[in-house]
């Protein structure tokens, strides 16, 4: 069956004529360059594969050792969820759990919800079907593993000092399992899972638009359709754009903004070695990694915790007031501050990330003992609400003046 002669692009809302691509080419919206569909480089029994193959890596990389140190002689193996569950039992709950849902809950999620849309599939379960593919689309920007693993090279290299570090089987496990999920990531998608849903149970549905100008598009199947209060196919509510997006984007750009100054303030890192207490800011964190002679992490550092939410926070804002004030230039460019800002997001964890991972290594109570402040606490909730701001915006705002004498 064809697809509908017509679609709007999810990014800017342009109508746009569907064309066929050739497999492994990506069709790009010709306005904002919001990549549109892609050529289908597999079948989508592949995506199952993979999601089966990653699910099994959960096994070795959750279970066995990512690195035993030796401390005082004695060798200590950590895992991934050891260390998680001791943050969190030493009154770091939240921290502990940001950092178990980024690195193992959501890519377990995502992994299973492919499982459980091919079963859907294949069984005509529509509710199960669509709460799979909507937790593949919303869960997939949270995937942090290869933050996860970026940190733990980090941690590992600044804890040399105090102690032997062994590498464990579960590494392996954990980079194996990164290179199969961003695989999985690169091919999943859900437009593409919405078409075989419509190919085996609702043909009927794909009524040709007649009118391009009135057609709506649906932000979770990614269907371009007549406009109504329901999508058609995904039968959720469909609005034109995100309701009350500047609000809820001024909202949480706004409560980052408070966080972001304790989380610059106060400690992040308190570290007690042979009775003496060294509390570490963000700022003078790098500025101990820079007078040690460790200059790419401190840059790495720098940019991940103060430039990136920072610039973050200015960049949302200015598309916020540009929207406000109905810019009419640079929509471009404003299109590329925001794919930036949505790109980038999830480095900003990575101090945080590092902290953490270094407590469940080297805490090991009177000697040497390594706990993070309450700056990580409120540096962890300046990364949720600036990721949560970036997800809340809706793109097509930028784009609602733009008058077609700009350009082509
Ligand atoms: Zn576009
Ligand atoms: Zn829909």
């Known amino acids: 069956m064809e697809d509908a002669k017509f679609r709007r692009c999810h990014g800017c809302d342009l109508v746009v004529e569907v064309a066929k691509v050739a497999k492994k080419q990506n069709a790009h919206c010709p306005r904002c360059n919001t990549q549109l ?12 594969a993979i999601a089966v193959a990653a699910l099994l890596l959960f096994i070795p990389s959750h279970f066995f050792p990512m690195v035993t140190i030796q401390l005082f002689g004695v060798m200590i193996p950590a895992t991934l969820p050891s260390g998680t569950i001791t943050l969190m039992s030493e009154g770091f709950p939240m921290l502990g759990l940001l950092i178990l849902f980024c690195s193992s809950i959501v890519p377990f999620l995502v992994c299973g919800s492919v499982v459980s849309a091919h079963l859907a599939l294949r069984r005509k379960w529509f509710t199960l079907f669509r709460l799979s593919v909507s937790t593949i689309q919303h869960l997939k920007d949270w995937m942090m593993l290869d933050v996860f693993l970026v940190s733990l090279a980090i941690a590992c290299f600044k804890i040399q000092d105090h102690a032997d570090i062994f590498v464990g089987s579960g590494l392996y496990g954990l980079v194996l399992l990164l290179f199969v999920t961003s695989l999985l990531l690169t091919h999943v998608s859900a437009r593409r899972y919405w078409r075989a849903w419509q190919r085996k149970h609702q043909q009927k549905i ?21 406009s109504g209060t329901h999508c058609i196919r995904c039968k959720r509510p469909i609005h034109s754009r995100k309701p009350k997006s500047i609000q809820k984007t001024w909202l949480y750009l706004l409560t980052a903004t408070i966080f972001i100054i304790p989380a610059n303030v106060l400690s992040i890192s308190i570290l007690l070695t042979n009775g003496k207490r060294l509390e570490d800011t963000i700022f003078s964190g790098v500025a101990g990694l820079i007078k040690t002679d460790m200059y790419g992490i401190a840059i790495i550092i720098f940019v991940a915790s103060i430039v990136v939410p920072v610039a973050k926070i200015l960049g949302l804002g200015y598309l916020l007031l540009c929207v406000q004030f109905k810019r009419s230039v640079f929509h471009q460019q404003r299109m590329a501050i925001y794919s930036a800002v949505k790109w980038i997001g999830k480095w900003s964890v990575m101090d945080l990330f590092v902290i953490s991972i270094m407590m469940t290594l080297i805490d090991r109570g009177q000697i040497l003992d390594f706990t993070p402040g309450l700056g990580a606490v409120a540096f962890g909730l300046v990364v949720v609400f600036t990721m949560l701001a970036a997800e809340s915006f809706d793109s097509r705002l930028i784009w609602d003046n733009y008058e077609r004498t700009d350009k082509s």
């Open 37 to 48: 569909y892609r050529g289908n480089r597999i079948s989508l029994n592949s995506d199952l």
């Open 206 to 226: 794909e009524a040709p638009i007649t009118r391009p100008e009135t057609s709506i598009h649906c932000e979770h199947c990614h269907f371009t359709q007549q």
